[in-house]
């Protein structure tokens, strides 16, 4: 059975997560993703942790909304954890603005006693078939 302290704990660092990557405040970012961490885009793109935070601070990924649509379901495991939820994001890019709903994943792992993200994937939520 998951541990409430450790999901509460879990949703509380990714709100962190999202709210830093739209303030563009990279600290909390660098220390909460994994050097091995990898995003897999909407468009099928893999980003490295170096590749997304860049593109976070030079502005070429300009967040204006990352948030949760609905509460995330959690899915605990002894030294890991996936989040999986829907993601409301406005975010500028050089070639224009995108927004929408999307399916969102995060899989973190407990490394060093601290929780890290180490896979991301974004999947856009389209209506009808």
């Not at 949703?11 to 994994?34: N, Y």
């Not at 091995?36 to 935070?53: C, N």
């Amino acid at each position: 059975m998951a541990d409430a302290v450790s999901e509460e704990l879990l949703l509380g660092l990714e709100r962190r997560r999202l709210a830093a990557l739209v303030e563009g405040d990279l600290d909390a970012p660098d220390q909460l993703h994994a050097e091995d961490y990898q995003l897999i885009t909407p468009g099928g793109a893999v980003l490295s942790k170096r590749e997304y935070l860049a593109g976070v601070e030079s502005g070429a990924l300009n967040y204006q909304v990352f948030e949760a649509a609905a509460k995330p379901v959690i899915k605990m495991f002894e030294c890991g954890a996936i989040l999986r939820y829907r993601a409301r994001i406005e975010i500028e890019l050089p070639d224009g603005r995108d927004a929408g709903l999307f399916w969102h994943t995060d899989v973190y792992e407990r490394r060093a006693g601290q929780w890290q993200v180490v896979w991301s994937q974004a999947t856009r939520i389209r209506d009808g078939p």
